[in-house]
């Protein structure tokens, strides 16, 4: 026995409340993984790289603006991302014919995503499930 002000605790009080906390955080584990290995959805936004054919252009650029999609995934996934502190990339290549110029700015492209939505299917992979594409357009710089 020991005396903490005008609490007297036993050593069996003690390895009681060691055991009640231990079983406490065993099933805040055991709910966890069983919250996080189902699906969730929710918004999510990613880099775009996009690789094209343009004469006398590069063949690779970066999406200025993020495309935001409604997605369906795991709930691992969707943590792993949030923890990240970056954005997810794509990686998508599409034929000329499908960009098309921005009126009065050089080298600046856009990419209707209605148009590549396929693309987007195939850059995604099969794990993630696309519900809404919230962005219509990307815009693309080739140097």
């Known amino acids: 026995m020991f005396k903490l002000g005008k609490i ?5 009080r003690g390895r009681r409340a060691l055991l009640f906390l231990f079983c406490l955080f065993l099933a805040f584990v055991i709910w966890s993984v069983h919250k996080l290995s ?25 999406s200025e603006n993020p495309l935001t999609l409604k997605i369906r995934a795991g709930g691992f996934y969707l943590l ?22 921005v009126p009065g700015k050089t080298g600046y492209y856009s990419l209707s995503t209605s148009v590549s939505r396929e693309n987007i299917r195939e850059a995604i992979g099969e794990t ?4 809404t594409i919230a962005v219509d357009s990307l815009l693309f710089v080739f140097n």
Do not use: C, W
């Not at 007297?8 to 069996?12: A, D, F, G, R, W």
């Not at 343009?54 to 970066?62: N, S």
């Not at 792993?80 to 110029?101: A, I, V």
């Not at 993630?128 to 519900?131: F, G, K, Q």
């Open 8 to 12: 007297t605790l036993s050593y069996e």
């Open 38 to 62: 189902g699906e969730f959805s929710t918004y999510q936004n990613f880099r775009v790289h996009l690789k094209t054919q343009i004469k006398g252009k590069d063949a690779e650029a970066i």
């Open 80 to 101: 792993k991302n949030k923890f990240s502190g970056d954005l997810p990339s794509l990686y998508m290549r599409t034929e000329y014919r499908h960009l098309k110029k």
């Open 128 to 131: 993630i499930e696309i519900e």
